[in-house]
């Protein structure tokens, strides 16, 4: 079963991919999990990455439609993934989004997909990074992952994506204070969008004068506006993207600090799977537990003894 599916996504063929990813988000940890990432690894690390993150209504969908059918005009196989933040009245991806979204991609043989942001502190699941694997192995020349930007997703995307996109526009008030605050430093390229907008010439300045004022490394995040309506600013936009992938190509320091934050994910995963048995039998020692209770030990000395015991 994993040989016909690890030969399908090698195809490209979308229903592999698709069942792919439903095990992935689904599995978690499993064996089944791992075997086919380690299948399927051989074969990864040729798609660009792209995040694409900003404010809600910014624009961001609107903007994959638009680059997925660009890049797909130039040959370029392009696939999407949509994370949007998981709602407590839905429990999953917001319906409407996929929707708008899908009409003008199918079109162009746009893989797309929509997941549900299911990690704990908020930040990007760890379903997400096998997903793009299977997307890379899959053949994609490109890779777009679109988050709403908040908190640890923000930093999360950043250890995910080659480049990573920051979507602003006009209008976004006092707000924009806030939104920045969060990702300035994230962003390897700028994209004023809704050009056609009062406001967006300010709107621009602004984050021109923000980046001024900031450290700069070798890489100097460019500004770009975009009007999504009539297409004006894409050239520049794929332009950019490229030269930012040309540069990280020739960094390697960036991209060993993406795979030390990812290893450190899976390192941490593995620790827990690694004990979680004796753990679990530990705690389920009543006569221990009630011990610990009686002789008052304190939570983090009974914890730090145990752990000192296991390892
Ligand atoms: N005037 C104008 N409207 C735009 C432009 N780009 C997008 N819009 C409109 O802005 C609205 C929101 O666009 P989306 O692409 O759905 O925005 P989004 O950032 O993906 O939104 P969420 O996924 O909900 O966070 C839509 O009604 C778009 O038609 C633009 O350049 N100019
Ligand atoms: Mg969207």
Not at 15 to 26: C, D, G, L, W
Not at 57 to 82: D, F, H, P, Y
Not at 215 to 234: Q, T
Not at 271 to 298: A, H, M, N, S, W
Request: hydrophobic share 40%; glycine share 10%.
């Amino acid at each position: 079963m994993l040989d016909s599916l690890v030969s399908g996504i090698f195809n490209g063929d979308a229903r592999s991919i698709s069942r792919a990813i439903t095990i992935v988000e689904n599995d978690g940890d499993s064996d089944t999990v791992r075997n086919l990432i380690r299948e399927i690894f051989p074969r990864t690390g040729n798609a660009h990455i792209v995040g694409i993150t900003g404010p809600p209504g910014i624009g961001k969908s609107t903007m994959i439609g638009r680059i997925c059918s660009l890049l797909s005009e130039q040959g370029k196989k392009v696939s999407v993934v949509a994370i949007d933040a998981s709602s407590p009245f839905t429990g999953g991806s917001l319906l409407g989004n996929r929707i708008r979204m899908q009409e003008s991609l199918t079109k162009h043989g746009v893989f797309m997909r929509s997941l549900a942001n299911r990690g704990l502190t908020g930040g990007l699941s760890r379903s997400i990074w096998d997903t793009v694997k299977v997307l890379d192995a899959a053949g994609s020349d490109y890779i777009i992952v679109e988050t709403v930007g908040a908190g640890q997703a923000d930093l999360d995307i950043s250890n995910l994506a080659d480049t990573v996109v920051v979507v602003l526009g006009p209008g976004l008030g006092d707000e924009i204070q806030a939104i920045k605050a969060g990702i300035m430093e994230i962003g390897n390229i700028f994209v004023i969008n809704k050009m056609d907008r009062q406001g967006a010439y300010i709107a621009m300045k602004d984050i021109e004068e923000t980046l001024a004022m900031m450290p700069r490394g070798e890489w100097k995040p460019p500004v770009v506006g975009l009007n999504s309506m009539n297409g004006d600013g894409y050239d520049k936009l794929l332009d950019l993207m490229e030269r930012h992938r040309a540069f990280s190509l020739n960094h390697p320091e960036v991209r060993m600090r993406k795979f030390r934050t990812e290893l450190q994910m899976h390192i941490d995963e593995e620790l827990r799977r690694k004990f979680r048995k004796d753990i679990t039998g530990i705690l389920q020692d009543d006569i221990r537990i009630r011990r610990y209770l009686e002789d008052r030990v304190d939570p983090y000395s009974a914890a730090e003894g145990i752990v000192e015991e296991i390892a």
